[in-house]
Every structure is written in C-alpha cells, then in structure tokens.
C-alpha cells in the first residue's frame, strides 16, 4: 500500500517558520519527484514546490519563492518544506504528493499518489 504522511504542520506567527516532513512507504519514493500542494477554504489546490529525483532540480510557486525550501533525505524516505517568513496567507491545509516520473511537475495532474495533508495557519 502506497502511502506518505505529512506532519509538522501548527499555528504560528506571522514571520514565524515551520517544517513540514512527508515520510514515504517503501518504493513509493525512490525514483520519484515529489511535491507540496496547498489548498485554503474556499479556494482551489496551489502547487507550492517539487523536488526531482536523481538531480534534486527544484521548482517553486512565485508566492513561495525565497521564503519556501522543499529538500528530501532519499535514505529517510522523506521530503521536507521549510517554511520561513510566514504570512497569513500561507494559511492552508498543505499535502505532499508523488509524480508520475522523476522530474518535478508543478500541475497536480502529474502525481498519482497523496498524503491526507497538514494544517498551517499563521496568524497575524
């Protein structure tokens, strides 16, 4: 059974940091981008950041840029996303997803397999 788990996730203040953790079963992780999505009430999921596999090349949103860095430890099975310079609008419930390949793909089409998410809020 393919799974990941995303932990990490709590309140904390504006201009506060946080690090979301994914563990990954088994082979759901060797040869596979990565990724973290969002999704905020009422609005649609957000591609956040990925990360290849094999060259670890990173991709990130504009919102993100410069204050998000997405990392993964292959020998832990894990993906991380530190968080830095919080703003209440990263409030949201933030999942780790598996790609189909091994690139990193920002469009959710191209995973096949997510965790069940995490909450982030940041309060002002």
């Known amino acids: 059974q393919v799974q990941l788990v995303e932990s990490g996730g709590g309140l904390v203040q504006a201009g506060g940091s946080l690090r979301l953790s994914c563990a990954a079963s088994g082979r759901t992780f060797s040869s596979y981008g990565m990724g973290w999505f969002r999704q905020a009430p009422g609005k649609e999921r957000e591609f956040v950041a990925a990360?290849?596999?094999?060259?670890?090349?990173?991709i990130y949103s504009d919102s993100v840029k410069g204050r998000f860095t997405i990392s993964r430890d292959n020998a832990k099975n894990t993906v991380y996303l530190q968080m830095n310079s919080l703003k209440p609008e990263d409030t949201a419930i933030y999942s780790c997803?598996?790609?189909?390949?091994?690139?990193?793909?920002?469009?959710?089409?191209?995973?096949?397999?997510w965790g069940q998410g995490t909450q982030v809020t940041v309060a002002s």
């Open positions: 990360i290849a596999w094999g060259s670890g090349a990173t």
């Open positions: 997803a598996r790609t189909l390949g091994a690139r990193a793909i920002a469009s959710p089409n191209g995973y096949d397999t």
